[in-house]
Nanobody, 119 residues
Framework: QVQLVESGGGSVQPGGSLRLSCATS????????MGWYRQAPGKQRELVAQITSFGITNYAASVKGQFTISRDNAKNTVYLQMNSLKPEDTAVYYC?????????????WGQGTQVTVSS
């Protein structure tokens, strides 16, 4: 019932741009904090960007100024605009939805989309 489907990943040259999309269903999108995480080989999954239901954003220091997270509540979709991409940005990017209700955290993940930055 709950689905988070990422798209927009692929291969890009250093300095290039990509726009990731995450289309959701089965959740009350407007009440969820949405986030993008990434995991590179041999590394732990890390938060890249997050946007709350109020539109407050949070970014990892490594991507601040490069990436922009946004949401379209009418489309139940969250985006990640990725500019000035570097090889270090190569990872699988995952979409995340979170909502806290009465002390319980409901969390959902997408399957991930590969982003490869290389010459």
């Amino acid at each position: 019932q709950v689905q988070l489907v990422e798209s927009g990943g692929g291969s890009v040259q250093p300095g290039g741009s990509l726009r990731l999309s995450c289309a959701t269903s089965g959740i009350v999108f407007s009440l969820n904090t949405m986030g993008w995480y990434r995991q590179a080989p041999g590394k732990q999954r890390e938060l890249v960007a997050q946007i709350t239901s109020f539109g407050i954003t949070n970014y990892a220091a490594s991507v601040k100024g490069q990436f922009t997270i946004s949401r379209d509540n009418a489309k139940n979709t969250v985006y990640l605009q990725m500019n000035s991409l570097k090889p270090e940005d190569t990872a699988v990017y995952y979409c995340n939805a979170q909502r806290g209700v009465l002390g319980k955290i409901y969390e959902y993940w997408g399957q991930g989309t590969q982003v490869t930055v290389s010459s």
